[in-house]
């Protein structure tokens, strides 16, 4: 079967690899589209941390299930997605309850080969029902999961003023349910094409550009002197994580959903003054995938806004360069393979 390979920065080589054989507590996708992540837009770039080449990438997946064991309640032929970090089971972390940071955690097109491929095995127990959803829309559901795992770990509250730090796909996801909690939200990008699409289409009503007005001055009259008592960077730019913490009231909470690679440093006075609640925000858990389920069913999320970009698996190879063109506008690509 045909699969793409990220063989090293900047390349990508199709090759033909052996079909997965069905396996005890395992099940077999047919993919059928495969959503872009940034992950996989920064393992194209070199930037990735947690990455070795190469690499079969993509983790944001839906397909119909082929083949399954120890699968109850799971039919083939039925449309499926996965939860794609596995992990341990028997770690502190899986132990309580937390196996999204797993010690031992194989996230699928970061430690462990993903589904940029024709066909996929992953263990049934990650298996999710397509509940009726298209391929679109549950290829999806792992990057809204990341921005709803973020909100559960601020703890939103009804009327907060949230600042969310990057408009990317999982800045947008992390408005979202920021808002679906009650949050008041503040996007804030430097590019004002994201920023109108927040608007336009997440109806998000307070949106900042750092690079063109001053951005604690913007704060403080929207939040009426108060600061956000939330913020959460996404974009994984060593100098928004840096600064974040000069936008956050006494008394927040800094959530970092965004990752690089350096070392955050931020004046301890400042931090210390606010009683300042600092945290990460990694992966997601079961829950946070059936909310996003639930909020997609319920109306309270349409994921189709998000899809600006389509490309067959065929012309992938030579087009993925030109995603991280700014030019492009690009906000979410999907990797159609039938």
Do not use: W
Not at 135 to 158: D, F, N, S, T, W
Not at 203 to 226: F, Q, S, V, W, Y
Not at 285 to 291: L, S
Not at 294 to 301: A, M, P
């Amino acid at each position: 079967m045909k699969s793409l390979l990220c063989t090293e920065p900047g390349r990508f080589e199709y090759r033909d690899i052996k079909m997965p054989e069905p396996t005890m507590g395992h099940a077999i996708i047919k993919i059928k589209r495969i959503g872009v992540c940034g992950t996989d837009l920064h393992a194209f770039e070199g930037t990735q941390p947690y990455f070795n080449y190469p690499r079969i990438l993509g983790h944001e997946l839906s397909g119909e299930l082929v083949e399954c064991s120890n699968a109850p309640g799971f039919n083939i032929g039925e449309a499926v997605t996965f939860i794609p970090y596995f992990s341990c089971g028997s770690c502190v972390a899986c132990k309580n309850g937390k196996p999204n940071c797993c010690v031992s955690i194989n996230v699928c097109g970061v430690h462990i080969d993903g589904g940029m491929a024709e066909y996929f095995s992953v263990p049934s127990s990650s298996l999710l029902h397509g509940n009726g959803l298209g391929y679109e829309e549950l290829a999806l559901i792992e990057p809204l999961a990341i921005g709803a795992h973020g909100i559960q770990r601020a703890a939103v509250k009804q009327g907060e003023f949230v600042l969310v730090m990057g408009a990317g796909p999982i800045g947008m996801a992390t408005m979202e349910f920021a808002r679906i909690a009650g949050g008041t939200v503040i996007a804030m990008d430097i590019n004002d094409n994201r920023l109108l699409f927040c608007s336009e289409q997440l109806n998000i009503h307070h949106t900042i550009n750092p690079a063109k007005e001053d951005a604690l001055t913007a704060l403080k009259k929207i939040t009426n002197g108060e600061m956000p008592t939330v913020v959460i960077d996404a974009t994984g730019n060593l100098k928004a994580i840096n600064n974040g913490i000069n936008y956050l009231s006494h008394g927040g909470r800094y959530v970092l959903i965004g990752l690089q690679k350096e070392e955050i440093k931020f004046s301890h006075p400042e931090f210390h003054k606010r009683e300042t609640t600092l945290m990460s925000s990694r992966n997601a858990t079961k829950q946070d995938f059936d909310q996003v389920m639930n909020s997609i069913t319920k109306g309270l999320i349409n994921p189709k806004n998000y899809i600006t970009h389509t490309l067959p698996f065929g012309i992938v190879k030579d087009e993925f360069k030109n995603l991280l063109k700014p030019e492009n506008n690009v906000i979410k690509a999907m990797i159609e393979m039938d």
